[in-house]
């Protein structure tokens, strides 16, 4: 591979223009990888909206990056999780830099540094060019991969390889999900879907609240087998406060959900949310990424229904691991994962950008198959 392609982001006129770089031999502690897939999230969409933190230069997006190591840099012998690397193993590239020297990050808690900082914020002029993910080919410290195990198909990791570590980070912060608990995902999109197939997973009876307004995403969204979904365009609050409070009653969970996953990043979805919580009830908000705006609660059910609730914005290498664990101990889950994909080629980045933003695409990936 003596070239690849990039499709580039210059911020001031939100813009993407595919251009061509050379690829070089990576530099000591780097790794090559060339593309098998590589997701466009969305915090990509809100970045090229311009709705998160301003960049100043022209660069590459994507923090989704699943490649073949094409070749190691000096000292690049190891995974971030410490794991023998090979030239023609698949891996993982995570963009997040914890500090590691914050308050939070000397106590562990890495997804929640003080200071964080990402690989791909550097201009794409600047040699190696490839720092992110919507390219051919993406050059990365090793402390920043993991490697795929053998058997694990990358077409279903590709599916919420940003979304299922987001919701197990969430997870984690608040306890964990208990077989038979009820639990409530607001929403259907990559999050809503990924926290549909794991409480399906741990043995919860769950309730999806979501959009039937686009057939594949339904499609999706029962293929995961929610107990019950609710179409929230369809059914008004009290309707949706009912059908939870029946379900609690005949799962005897007292007075609502056990769990209630907020992954729409809609605020109106908050107050419904914390109405459908049982007493005790734990409220997992990992959904409002980009600021939306205020909304008014009544702080009350708070105190008097003694009420959890447990915000998550990031994820830790760990949750990478525990996300790749996921799908390999549950096989069957792969095909369904691998099917809500929506391949694209970085030169067609606009149409995958512009059918990621809309919705057409359930997953749009960049891929080379
Ligand atoms: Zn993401
Ligand atoms: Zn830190």
Redesign the pocket.
């Known amino acids: 591979m003596n070239t690849a392609q990039a499709a580039v982001f210059t911020p001031a006129t939100r813009a993407f223009d595919v251009r061509e770089y050379p690829v070089a031999q990576p530099g000591p502690g780097h790794v090559g990888l060339s593309l098998r897939y590589s997701g466009i999230?969305?915090?990509d969409v809100h970045i090229a909206e311009g709705k998160l933190g301003p960049m100043p230069f022209p660069l590459i997006l994507g923090?989704?990056f699943i490649g073949r190591i094409e070749a190691l840099g000096a000292d690049a012998v190891t995974d971030a999780l410490g794991r023998p690397v090979a030239v023609g193993d698949l891996a993982l590239a995570c963009v997040a830099v914890p500090c590691g020297k914050c308050f939070n990050c000397l106590r562990g808690e890495t997804a929640s540094c003080l200071a964080f900082g990402v690989t791909y914020a550097k201009p794409v002029e600047e040699a190696p060019h490839f720092h992110g993910g919507f390219a051919g080919y993406q050059e990365i410290q090793w402390r920043n991969i993991v490697r795929i195990p053998d058997g694990l198909d990358p077409k279903a990791v590709a599916a919420f390889p940003?979304g299922g570590p987001t919701i197990l980070r969430a997870c984690a912060y608040g306890g964990g999900l208990e077989k038979d608990e009820l639990v409530v995902v607001q929403g259907n999109g990559s999050l809503g879907l990924f926290a549909t197939a794991y409480a399906k997973a741990k043995g919860c009876r769950t309730v999806c609240i979501g959009s039937s307004a686009n057939a594949r995403r339904l499609e999706a969204t029962r293929a995961f087998g929610p107990d019950v979904f609710i179409d929230f365009r369809s059914t008004d609050a009290d309707g949706v406060r009912k059908r939870v409070r029946e379900e609690a009653e005949a799962a005897g969970r007292g007075d609502g959900a056990d769990v209630c996953i907020e992954t729409s990043g809609d605020p109106a979805a908050f107050p419904l949310g914390l109405s459908l919580l049982r007493t005790r009830g734990r409220y997992f908000v990992p959904g409002q990424y980009s600021d939306r705006g205020e909304i008014a609660i009544p702080p009350h059910t708070i105190t008097f229904r003694a009420l959890q609730i447990i915000g998550s914005g990031q994820y830790t290498l760990d949750d990478i691991r525990a996300y790749l664990d996921f799908l390999a101990e549950h096989p069957a889950l792969q095909p369904r994962f691998a099917s809500v994909l929506s391949c694209y080629a970085v030169a067609d980045v606009q149409t995958a950008m512009a059918d990621a933003a809309a919705g057409r695409a359930i997953k749009a990936v960049f891929a080379r198959e």
């Open positions: 999230c969305g915090t923090h989704e940003c």
